[in-house]
Each structure stands twice: as C-alpha cells, then as structure tokens.
C-alpha cells in the first residue's frame, strides 16, 4: 500500500495517461476483435491480464481464428516480444530490483512503460509500477468493456490513433540525443529497424537494431585505457 501511495508511483502512472489516447482504441478494437475470432468474455480477458502484450494478443487471436495450433500462437507471440529481453537488460544497467520485484516488473513492462523509465533520471522501481499499472489498468478495463460489447469495433488505424505511440517515443527520445555519437547511434539503429522489418519478422529486425546499436554505442563511450610512459630502454 505504501509503494501505491509513494511519490514516484503517482509520477510515473501519470507520466503515461497522455499516451492512452493511444492503446485505449487498441483494447477495445482487440477484445471486439477476440469476440469475433469466437473467443469468450473470460478467455479474452484473460488474455489481458496474463499476456499483456497488445501486438502478441492481436497474432494470437488471429492465428486462432484460423485454426493455428497452440505451438504456433506461442511461438508467433515470444518472437513478437523478443524485444522484452533487451528491455531488461537495458534497465538492469539503471534499476536494481530483488528477485520478487524482477517477476513484478517482468510482467508490467511495456512499451511505454520502458520509453518513460528510460527518460526519468532517477527511476525506481515504485516509479516503474506506476508506469506499467498505468498502461496495465486501462487496458484490461477497456478489453472488459470491448468484450461485453462484442465485435464490430471500426479499425483504430483509420482514425490516425497509431500515430500517438511514434510520436510520443520520439518524444522521450529527444532530450537523450545529447551529442554526435547518440545521434548516429539512434540513426543506425532506427534504420536496421526499418530496413530488417522489410525481410525478417518484426521481432527480430527490432533485437538486432537493439543489439548492433548497443553494441556501436559501447565501442563509441567505452573509455580507453591511458598508455603508460615508455621506460628509458623502451624509449631508446
């Protein structure tokens, strides 16, 4: 109860309510779309609640509604979230967690929530509850109220609400781009992303643009080691 009430709770679950103009049509149009695909009201929100991956959920419900098998639905949504494990890692390099705390992150950390952790300077982990349950919350009570309602939700895509999500990550990406090396790390990495999602699945093309452009940032920061002045032989 103390952790809900902190501070840094109440930041970070309010740094994310700009960003539900966004996945809010999602979860109405996923839960309509799970209706369709001949999912129950409990299955589809249990969906939510357990997966919690919007993307994984829509391929989910897709590949059922054509018959695919359990194997595929679950291998088609751990490739969609690959991306996951770059997140971890990323933040474990700026927020230490206990072991308990690492299963509770684990399932609350999305998108958004990883972009607004990433931007605050001093994160903690009360900060990164309230970021996930921010996005956790209104998804699972809009998927409630798309599943009561059934199917026939419009495509949220046509109404241009796709776009509140690359807008508010450039957003969070701005201020970071403090110098040249950032700037064509966040180039590079952008552009394997693009490019590799045109020839390998989404989920891929994004942990190679993480991994590439880790690893060139690490080559570009890593500090070199000072040279030793040469003895008077070696001098000679």
Not at 29 to 55: D, H, I, K, N
Not at 181 to 186: L, S
Not at 198 to 203: D, E, F, K
Not at 220 to 235: F, H, I, K, V, W
Request: contains cysteine; hydrophobic residues 55%; proline residues 6%.
């Amino acid at each position: 109860m103390a952790l809900l009430l902190s501070r840094d709770f109440v930041r970070g679950f309010r740094t994310v309510i700009p960003l539900w103009l966004g996945f809010v049509p999602f979860s109405l149009a996923y839960a309509m779309t799970a209706r369709g695909a001949g999912l129950g009201v409990l299955e589809t929100q249990l969906l939510s609640a357990l997966v919690f991956a919007g993307g994984a959920q829509f391929s989910a419900v897709g590949l059922f509604a054509v018959g695919a098998s359990g194997v595929e639905i679950v291998l088609t949504t751990l490739l969609l979230n690959v991306r996951h494990l770059l997140y971890g890692l990323s933040l474990s390099q700026r927020l230490l967690l206990t072991g308990p705390e690492k299963w509770v992150a684990a399932h609350l950390l999305t998108d958004e929530a990883y972009g607004v952790v990433l931007a605050e300077p001093h994160p903690s982990f009360a900060y990164l509850m309230g970021a996930g349950l921010s996005v956790f919350v209104p998804w699972n009570l809009f998927t409630l109220v798309g599943a009561l309602l059934g199917q026939g939700v419009p495509d949220p895509a046509g109404l241009g609400v796709d776009f509140v999500f690359p807008l508010a990550f450039l957003a969070l990406l701005a201020p970071m781009l403090r110098g040249g090396v950032e700037v064509g790390v966040a180039m590079l990495s952008g552009s394997i992303a693009v490019g590799g999602s045109q020839v390998l699945p989404g989920g891929v093309a994004l942990l190679l643009a993480g991994v590439v452009g880790s690893f060139v940032g690490a080559c570009c920061t890593a500090e070199r080691p000072e040279r030793s002045n040469p003895t008077e032989p070696e001098a000679s």
